[in-house]
């Protein structure tokens, strides 16, 4: 059997979650069955990436609104699926070449909800009028699938919600997972190497130190961390990996908000470059607590990859997060009440700046209850959200879609 999946994101052109979740997918998936890829960024070398195809933009849509120019990969992936037995597509740059070549070849089309359009309105800043053409393709694919998996119980709830024409029956939950090999403390002999690094970059590891890994982005709510760091006890250190802004807009608001913390106090890094997962690793074994203050979050690869290191995590109560976070045990959430009009805008947003400084500070500058929580979030990984038991439960996804063809 040949399962085709479809993304946008691909080694070695990834940007988020999503990438990282096809990634590992495509690995564990193999084991067991015939599996091609196909994907945005343009070809990849055969040699190093077997079984991987890749696609430009056509060139009569360059200047074209990014959305056209998704719809433009999108018609040329539909073609070249023919000949597997069921697609799969990932979010909804990918969902529409999935529906299509489910219609042109006649094959179920499995897709897996990592976010949600009509959660993530700000993106109408972004894309302009293609938010309309990206909402009409993701809601078109999603009301058209054979099977649909969320990563999380909250996603679930959330894709109920959004598009109450979906068959309830169709919607699998199968979480997100992590590589335990490849996201690991630091062993004894290259914890030295590790903080040389982090020192590289202005982190002083004998420190208390919290750190945030996003892009910049409404969703991941970095501007509420940023107010929240001036109710900080000043020797907690302030580490933000975060890259990739959406628009020109949010990049000048984190800018400025973190210039000013830098002129108020010391102990403000920021990393702007997306970092290698060695060199990330090296600064996340050098800090105390991860934050996760994400106002819309359906599960949060990031938390997985904090915890697996050794690091508990203070985040904010939504979307998927607390099926990952164990309150109390391997981290603190931080309850976030919202409005109901898709934005995820906190409806009291000094209280939850205020519940998130208080929560932090608590855990950064309790060293001892920090570590013991951080060997509980590496168990809760191992025992919860390994790659193989995803993958397992999604080759039973695509078995009970295919008995049903």
């Not at 959406?246 to 010391?266: C, F, G, K, N, Y």
């Not at 309150?327 to 603190?332: A, E, Q, Y």
Request: with cysteine; hydrophobic share 45%.
């Amino acid at each position: 059997m040949r399962v085709d999946l479809v993304t946008r994101e691909y080694p070695p052109h990834i940007y988020g979650g999503a990438g990282v979740h096809v990634a590992e997918l495509t690995k564990v998936l193999r084991q067991y069955i015939d599996v091609s890829v196909h994907c945005f960024d343009g070809p990849r070398a055969a040699d190093e990436y077997p079984g991987v195809f890749g696609y430009n933009v056509p060139a009569e849509l360059g200047d074209a609104n990014p959305a056209l120019q998704t719809l433009g990969v999108d018609l040329q992936i539909a073609q070249a699926v023919a000949g597997a037995a069921l697609v799969h597509s990932h979010t909804w740059y990918a969902n529409m070449a999935g529906h299509l070549a489910g219609l042109l070849h006649g094959i179920p089309h499995v897709l897996s909800a990592h976010s949600l359009e009509p959660l993530r309105p700000w993106k109408a800043e972004q894309l302009g009028g293609g938010y309309r053409l990206s909402s009409w393709a993701e809601r078109t694919a999603y009301e058209s699938a054979s099977g649909v998996i969320a990563v999380s119980h909250g996603m679930r709830e959330d894709i109920l919600r959004s598009y109450p024409a979906v068959d309830p029956a169709r919607v699998h939950v199968v979480h997100n997972g992590i590589d335990l090999n490849a996201w690991t403390r630091p062993a004894q002999d290259e914890v030295a190497v590790a903080h040389d690094f982090a020192r590289s970059r202005g982190i002083d590891p004998d420190r208390p130190a919290i750190v945030f890994v996003g892009r910049i982005t409404r969703q991941k709510g970095l501007p509420y961390l940023l107010r929240a760091v001036r109710e900080l006890n000043p020797d907690i250190q302030v580490v933000l990996c975060a890259g990739a802004p959406d628009t020109p807009e949010i990049a000048q608001e984190v800018e400025s908000a973190v210039v000013e913390l830098q002129a108020e106090r010391d102990g403000v890094v920021w990393i702007s470059d997306m970092l290698p997962r060695n060199d990330l690793i090296a600064v996340l074994s050098s800090c105390t607590v991860f934050v996760c203050p994400s106002i819309y979050e359906p599960l949060g690869i990031v938390n997985l990859e904090a915890m697996a290191v050794g690091l508990p995590v203070v985040a904010s109560a939504t979307g998927g997060i607390p099926e990952v976070v164990d309150d109390g045990v391997t981290g603190l959430l931080v309850q976030l009440e919202q409005v109901t009009d898709g934005t995820g805008t906190p409806t009291d947003p000094d209280r939850f700046v205020a519940d998130l400084a208080r929560a932090i500070e608590s855990l950064a500058l309790d060293p001892d209850r920090a570590e013991r929580m951080g060997r509980a979030a590496r168990q809760r990984v191992e025992d919860h959200f390994s790659w193989l038991a995803i993958g397992a439960r999604t080759l039973e996804v695509y078995c009970g879609v295919l008995e049903k063809a």
